[in-house]
């Protein structure tokens, strides 16, 4: 039998054998009845032993936020974690995939979306497993804190420059009106003049 571990704010909508709760994002689930176990957030995942078979509920990406939760399925296999799409579990062999989803967000990939903290890494690994299997992704209506630091070539091999974001091949980027990117306070390129851009690329993008 599957442990239940209950969400920290989830409600009892019924007392019968046939036990429901409610999380965060208002979807209710059956928990040991149909052997679906809610996990907190990510940094729990690694440490939870699971069925291969089994589907669970992922509250939340990160603790507290309430955001990029999602159904998983245990399965058996090989496939190197993403913190996305796919996630390690506490059962050797056995990892996590995301199932019951029509595109990717960026909050599935663990950017918070709370103006303070830096989404820049999270938002490039959403852009990259987005172009890797041809998934929409969306931009929920937060503001995302970013930071523009990674190198980039450009033409004028005289002009240092430095981006926040890599585009790719294969890549459609929705972003929901009121989506808003902040660049952080902060930061500025007046100490080494430079050029800053948010999305660049210098490949053929097809």
């Known amino acids: 039998t599957l442990a ?9 909508l019924t007392g019968t054998d046939d036990t429901k709760y409610i999380t965060s994002e208002n979807l209710q689930h059956k928990l040991e009845s149909d052997g679906v176990l809610i996990i907190e957030n990510v940094a729990a995942l690694a440490s939870t032993p699971v069925v291969a078979g089994a589907v669970y509920y992922l509250k ?73 299997t041809k998934k929409r992704l969306t931009i929920p209506a937060y503001e995302y ?8 070539a450009d033409e004028d091999a005289g002009v240092p420059c430095i981006t926040a974001f890599n585009l790719r091949s294969n890549l459609e980027i929705v972003a929901e009106e009121g989506a808003k990117f902040k660049v952080a306070n902060g930061v500025s390129t007046d100490p080494s003049p430079k050029s800053m851009g948010i999305f660049s690329t210098n490949e053929v993008l097809s």
């Open 145 to 152: 804190s970013i930071v523009p630091a990674a190198a980039f």
């Open 4 to 12: 239940t571990l209950k969400a920290s704010n989830a409600e009892t």
């Open 60 to 132: 939340e990406y990160h603790s507290g936020t309430g955001k990029g939760g999602g159904d998983l399925l245990a399965y058996t296999g090989v496939d190197t974690p993403d913190d996305t799409l796919i996630f390690a579990s506490g059962t050797p062999g056995v990892l996590f995939k995301r199932i019951n989803y029509k595109s990717l967000s960026v909050l599935m990939a663990g950017a918070k979306g709370d103006g303070v903290t830096n989404d820049t890494d999270r938002i490039q690994a959403a852009i990259d497993v987005a172009a890797s």
